[in-house]
């Protein structure tokens, strides 16, 4: 008995069936809005990556199209993407006309100062202040063996007195005087005579022969005339053999 009546107060009174089907149904109804909803949001991201996607290419293609100028067609000579045996020309021919060439970016000079002075733009050039530094404070002198500052400070700041090995110069003036006269003999010309191939100044002179032609001892006809080598009182018959194929 007890079984039977607590179903029926359930069923009556705590689950109610009609309601909890037009809750489902709202929930039904809640999700296909939520579902059409994302799926316009996917529909919108994947739109938008695609146009992402097609400007980085279209401006991969402007950048490439700058960068190989230099391939645009002439009036005398078709570039690449120009073929004459096409009936009309390529994209990338019409976009290189339409883009301009690209061009070298200046190179930024970095400077150490920018660490110290105007930090971070290092616009201004570093100033160095040429007012005479301010006198030492007057505070009790240190115990012990120490030099008075204005001593110190007249020692550290003395002018430069090279010695003479320093201010001379490491030639002396005859090693000098002598390098002079290497350069000038080095510049100057070998002879004097001035060569005239073009005028009468040669038509009077006289062949010199060399010595090594006019003397005693001329020149061998081996390797001029001949390039074998010929000595007949070695020889066993007066006729010279020849071979016969």
Known sequence: IQKSWRGYYVRKYIHNYYALKKYLEAISVNNEIVRNELQEYVEMKENEEKRKDLEKKEKEKKYQARKMHYLLSTEQIAGIYNSPFRKSPDPM???LRKSKPLSHRPKEMKSHFCELYDWPTCKKPPTFST????????????????RDAAEVLQQRYKPLEPTLRVAASI???????RDEMKKEEWRNRIHDNEFL???SYHKNEKYDPSIHSSGKY???????KHFREVQPKKWIVDKVSHCIF
């Open 131 to 146: 007012a005479q530094p301010l006198p030492p404070i007057g505070r009790q002198k240190p115990q012990g063996p120490f």
């Open 197 to 199: 191939p073009f005028s």
């Open 171 to 177: 030639n002396s003036p005859l090693e000098k005087a």
């Open 93 to 95: 021919e019409l976009l």
């Open 218 to 224: 001329v020149q061998e006809t081996y390797g001029v």
